[in-house]
């Protein structure tokens, strides 16, 4: 079996099946870190650029990036995401700690660990909802957020060494989450390995990531940023998953990031919920194993970007802000890098890690939104597009009666 687990640097074969039957999607050209931010003080460092280049797997239908900048770069002591700050996926995760307590009959003394816990929000969700015995584990210096909490907290990255130190201290998991981070890591084989260390026979392993059939109909080319190494449809992670004697018991999707998907995994060979096979319906008749959806993707992308620029071109002389800087909002500023050429700045929640940075590569500002009040912007267009109707229905009750609010995806929104 192969171990899945890859070295730094360019990958020319199927990150599952090992094929070098792939077909080129889209090339985002050099790009600089979605995270690599620059502090306004030090404007003069330059970020370091590295390839995105998406293909297809003919065989585990799925995407992948075919570069990998390696977890220690990407997943560092100044990592900036904190989904703590965004109500709506606080009251996301809420949502996934309640049904986990109900569908598996949570006792007080199961363990759950969430690996790639960030700042501990989905753990603070459990005991919130009454269950205490949590643990964490977030390589990152978003760990120390977990205090607030009184949450236990393992700051390492995870794989195999780090779960053996888990168990001793620990013991096994009941329920193991991860949410938007088994995409993420370039040693998949020690992750899956570690997670069969400190997960219990009857376990349920919980994973939530991007969700390719979304990616596809929603033209959602943002998601292709160097954190993102595949994206899955569930085909290809079951695929996966029985490799490492993994079964699917089931799968749900929601509209988290503009579309999600959620599967549920146990060592135990179980009998699937119906929806994981109403899923793969869905997949195939939506055309994920036919090449030509993928190619008719790109070319989406390239009437977007005219009409973008058209409607940007025609009122440059508007006052235009950005709104929202998660890690997709770098890929769109590039791959429309006339973007840098219209906007004033880019603003985020007060309460933001990266404020008083400029966007990796150019010159924008991230600025505190409470200052859009006192100079109201003609235009907002919002990058995190996917919470399109929530940013601009409450920025409409503040007072940005007269502002246009604008969505680049998944086809360009205007509200006026």
């Known amino acids: 079996m192969k171990d899945h687990n890859y070295s730094t640097g360019f990958l020319n074969y199927c990150q599952i099946c090992y094929s070098n039957d792939l077909l080129e999607v889209m090339d985002l050209g050099y790009q600089p870190l979605a995270d690599d931010l620059v502090k306004t003080n030090e404007f003069n460092r330059e970020c370091i650029y590295y390839p995105i280049k998406i293909h297809l797997c003919k065989k585990c239908r799925y995407l992948q990036n075919n570069y990998i900048?390696?977890?220690k770069i990407l997943y560092n002591k100044n990592y900036?995401?904190?989904?703590?700050i965004s109500k709506s996926v606080v009251d996301n995760l809420r949502l996934l700690a309640k049904e986990t307590i109900f569908n598996y009959d949570l006792k007080p003394e199961d363990l759950v660990i969430d690996i790639g816990s960030n700042d501990g929000t989905l753990l603070s969700q459990f005991k919130y909802l009454g269950h205490s015995n949590l643990l964490g584990v977030e390589p990152t210096g978003t760990y120390i957020f977990h205090k607030k909490h009184n949450i236990n907290v393992v700051n390492d990255?995870?794989?195999?060494?780090?779960?053996?130190?888990?168990?001793?201290?620990y013991g096994k998991a009941k329920i193991i989450t991860?949410?938007?981070?088994?995409?993420?890591?370039?040693?998949?084989g020690d992750f899956i390995n570690g997670i069969k260390k400190i997960i219990k026979s009857d376990g349920i392993f919980i994973i939530e990531n991007h969700y390719l059939l979304d990616v596809i109909k929603k033209n959602q080319f943002d998601t292709f940023y160097h954190e993102h190494l595949r994206t899955y449809s569930l085909k290809s992670l079951i695929r996966l998953m029985k490799m490492h004697g993994f079964y699917v018991y089931n799968a749900i999707t929601s509209e988290r990031y503009g579309g999600n998907i959620q599967v549920h995994f146990t060592l135990k060979k179980v009998k699937p919920t119906s929806?994981?096979?109403?899923?793969?319906?869905?997949?195939?008749?939506f055309g994920l194993d036919n090449p030509k959806t993928y190619i008719r993707f790109n070319s989406n992308l390239e009437k977007i970007k005219i009409e973008f620029f058209e409607y940007l071109n025609k009122n440059k002389s508007k006052f235009i802000i950005g709104k929202a800087f998660p890690a997709r909002a770098s890929i769109i500023i590039h791959y429309f890098s006339f973007m840098k050429d219209y906007l004033q700045f880019i603003v985020e929640q007060p309460t933001?890690?990266?404020?008083?940075?400029?966007?990796?590569?150019?010159s924008l500002e991230i600025k505190s939104s409470n200052i859009i009040l006192k100079n109201k912007p003609d235009i907002m267009v919002i990058l995190a597009w996917h919470l399109f109707d929530v940013i601009s229905?409450?920025?409409?009750?503040?007072?940005?009666?007269?502002?246009?609010?604008?969505?680049?995806?998944?086809?360009?929104?205007?509200?006026?």
């Open 69 to 71: 900048v390696g977890d």
């Open 80 to 84: 900036h995401y904190r989904p703590g």
């Open 157 to 169: 990255y995870f794989n195999l060494k780090s779960s053996k130190k888990i168990y001793s201290k």
């Open 178 to 188: 991860t949410t938007n981070v088994f995409a993420h890591t370039n040693k998949l």
């Open 275 to 285: 929806t994981v096979n109403k899923i793969l319906k869905i997949e195939k008749d």
């Open 352 to 362: 933001s890690l990266k404020l008083n940075h400029f966007v990796p590569g150019t």
């Open 393 to 416: 229905d409450k920025w409409r009750r503040k007072g940005l009666r007269n502002t246009n609010f604008v969505a680049p995806l998944p086809k360009l929104k205007i509200h006026k």
